[in-house]
């Protein structure tokens, strides 16, 4: 069975702070994608890797896929209150997406 | 373009009853997924279709079930329900990539609530 640790599980922070959150497994996975959820909302896809070692830049959002394809890193720099959610990543395969528990960020204004 | 449509939104089943819930894809989407999310275990795999075809499925008991029809709309189905049921119910369709990764779009959910 393939399985994604997340940590940390919950983060609070200060607008304008540095985070990094973390996606680990001992399995490789052909993609990694990471995504945000909004309450009352479903998860919105914000970034999909693919190749060991890349990395992809959104904004102030930077996202890293580990050169063995079994981990990834989202760093948030400059956080604001709208960063606020629940990210989660997900590991491609098989035709499903296995999903990490989740890091609830809070950004506190 | 439309997004992915889930309905009802909400909805509260007592114990026992069965539930259906709907998915309506993207357009020209063929592939529909449907994923269980709860606060304790996150999103869990239920079962994906493609072409009316389950690809593939979750470890989920036999009383959840699913179906997709010719126009890649999909329903799921819940039989005998338990109070471990109640939980927020995503469908999501889906493109491949070029790199050949799968993006997944999802619904806003449905709610179900177990009595």
């Known amino acids: 069975t393939q399985l994604l640790e997340q940590s940390p599980q919950f983060l609070s922070i200060q607008e304008g702070e540095n985070l990094t959150v973390y996606c680990n497994s001992s399995?490789?996975?052909?993609?990694l994608q990471w995504y945000r959820q909004e309450p009352g909302e479903g998860p919105v896809l914000l970034v999909t890797?693919?190749?060991?070692?890349e990395v992809k830049k959104l904004k102030r959002l930077t996202f890293q896929f580990g050169d063995a394809r079994k981990d990834s890193s989202l760093h948030i720099t400059a956080a604001q209150p709208g960063d606020t959610g629940l990210y989660l990543c997900?590991?491609?395969?098989?035709?499903?997406?296995?999903f990490g528990k989740g890091t609830l960020l809070t950004v506190n204004p | 373009k439309a997004g992915v449509t889930q309905t009802p939104r909400y909805l509260i089943k007592t114990r026992g009853q069965q539930v259906t819930l709907s998915c309506s894809p993207i357009?020209?989407?063929?592939?529909v997924s449907w994923y269980q999310q709860t606060p304790g275990q996150g999103l869990q795999f239920l079962f994906e279709?493609?072409?009316?075809?389950?690809?593939n499925k979750g470890n989920f008991p036999g009383r959840f079930s699913g179906r997709q029809f010719s126009n890649s709309r999909s329903e799921m189905n819940v039989s005998t329900l338990e109070l471990g049921d109640s939980a927020l119910y995503l469908c999501?369709?889906?493109?491949?990539?070029?790199?050949?990764?799968?993006?997944?779009?999802f619904g806003a959910g449905s709610r179900l609530t177990v009595l």
């Open positions: 999501a369709s889906s493109s491949t990539l070029s790199s050949g990764a799968n993006v997944l779009t």
């Open positions: 399995s490789v996975f052909s993609s």
């Open positions: 890797v693919v190749t060991g070692g």
């Open positions: 997900a590991g491609g395969s098989n035709y499903k997406l296995t």
């Open positions: 357009s020209g989407h063929r592939s």
């Open positions: 279709y493609f072409s009316e075809t389950q690809r």
